[in-house]
């Protein structure tokens, strides 16, 4: 950022430091790059939401607590509605906590690669990310993560599970074990936990372990990824400062309305989630049968996305741009491509078009 100008000298210099967000390309035919649900909204949700549309009174402000969507919400989970905060999406909880949590100088401890915006929320608090790095099979080498977590300065660990963009799961066993171990705030992002079918959840937990926080979201097996809601689950003095922390009414009424409604079908949305899981098994495995072809090595999933990591980057990047050229888009990493499990017939595209590509031969 040029801070030559007076408007720009007005930034402090760790907000002239950001990066512009670049959003993802959403002009495609295939859009497998955002971990989204990928089956339209069902007609009779949508129908509810019509409904709400014409009755909700939109000129009065919305209940700053979100009282009926944080009942219901608790219900589905079998949580304590007092242990539950909502926010914008995971996200706007996620921001929240750091708010709630950190200091200037506070040291916040990740798992890499893990959700990019751990970093960046604990950064614009003054955080500092201190980093353990995974295994080569995406797996948290909690043992490490406890030595640095309990060295200095940590305020908080955080990380998701199963994990964006590995895929990987942490038994919840082990997940547990590190929470007891440690004596700081531990955030475990369940985002994609209903797509996963081993023991990994410790929501039940959240709150009974006073330094335990999870985070979950009705962006990703609940398909309202555009309506923007999340929760957090902790303890209650977590939450009583949380809500402290927030603008009043920081989820808007429709949101608020339309969660609840879409928690009303949670059973259909679990049973949809585990197809989908187990079609994102299907699509690793077809993956896996073209890994030598393609020079990448795929990462066997817990959640709805594969992450194949390539030994050369620019493969990596040859790649992702041949796929977008043919109306694909997945998600480029450094040194990796995370695809997102679509429908049976964009899966089916994709795997053909992945195929053709490798065949002809890509430029690196
Ligand atoms: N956590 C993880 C692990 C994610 O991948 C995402 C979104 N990609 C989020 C949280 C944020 O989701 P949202 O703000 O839509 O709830």
Redo the contacts with the bound molecule.
Sequence with gaps: MNRETPAASFIPERIANLEDYVPVETDVKVKLD??ENPYPMPEPLRAQLAELARSLDFARYPDPYARELIGKFAEVYGVRPERVVAGC????V?HLLCQTLLCEGAEVVTALPD?S?YAFYAYLEGGRQVTAKRGADGQIDFGELKRIASSGDCRCVMF?NPC?PTGAVAPRDAVLEFVRSVSCPVIV?E??GEFCTSDFSVLDMAGSLPNLIV?K???KAFGL?GL?V?FAVACEDIVRAVKRVKSPYNLNSFSQAAGVAALGRADEVFAQAKVIGEMTKAMYSALAGLAELGGYEPVEPGANFVLLKFGDGSRAQSLHAELLRRGISVRLMPGALRITCGTREENRLLLQEFEDILKDGIKA
Excluded: H, K, Q
């Design positions: 955002a971990n999406g995971s996200d706007e996620l959700f915006m998701s964006n992002d985002a994609y985070l979201t009705l962006s990824a923007r999340g």
